[in-house]
């Protein structure tokens, strides 16, 4: 009876999870939505403009997707996102990485600040490389896999 009790807290703090994450990327959708002018700097590889409070914009909408990127990193490192969620996240993030100069500059510049494991996440490197969680849960799907199903 116990297990079954700690089975079920489990499935209710990964749906909690699954469901704050989800939370988290609408607002990333919220946001090119309300401001469709950004769409292209992170999807079309529109270069960084150059226009100070338009390059502010792109600027910290990058850093947003990459502290996204870490805050999924975190919970990989901490065994909260299970390893057969690993490619949904790195289709996802890496799309980012790749369609973004921003996203590729403010990662460059401030790589250091974020977890190992957002490398991974964006497409950069093998599936071997050392910068795995020290765990080795380093999970990604669509990332509500388990909310949805």
Not at 20 to 27: A, F, I
Not at 77 to 106: F, H, K, M, N, T
Request: with cysteine.
């Amino acid at each position: 009876m116990q297990a079954e009790a700690d089975e079920r807290g489990r499935r209710v703090e990964r749906a909690q999870l699954d469901l704050n994450l989800m939370h988290l990327m609408m607002d990333l959708d919220v946001l090119f939505v309300e401001r469709p002018h950004l769409y292209p700097y992170f999807n079309d590889n529109e270069e960084i403009p150059v226009e100070a409070e338009l390059r502010g914009e792109v600027l910290s909408c990058a850093e947003l997707i990459l502290d996204y990127a870490d805050m999924i990193a975190r919970q990989q490192r901490c065994g909260q996102i299970p390893e057969e969620d690993e490619d949904g996240w790195i289709e996802l993030l890496s799309s980012y990485y790749e369609g973004s100069p921003a996203v590729r500059d403010q990662f460059d510049r401030f790589q250091r600040g974020y977890q190992p494991g957002v490398k991974r996440l964006l497409g950069i490197g093998s599936h071997d490389e050392a910068d795995l969680s020290s765990n080795g849960a380093f999970g990604v799907s669509d990332g509500f896999g388990s909310l949805l199903g």
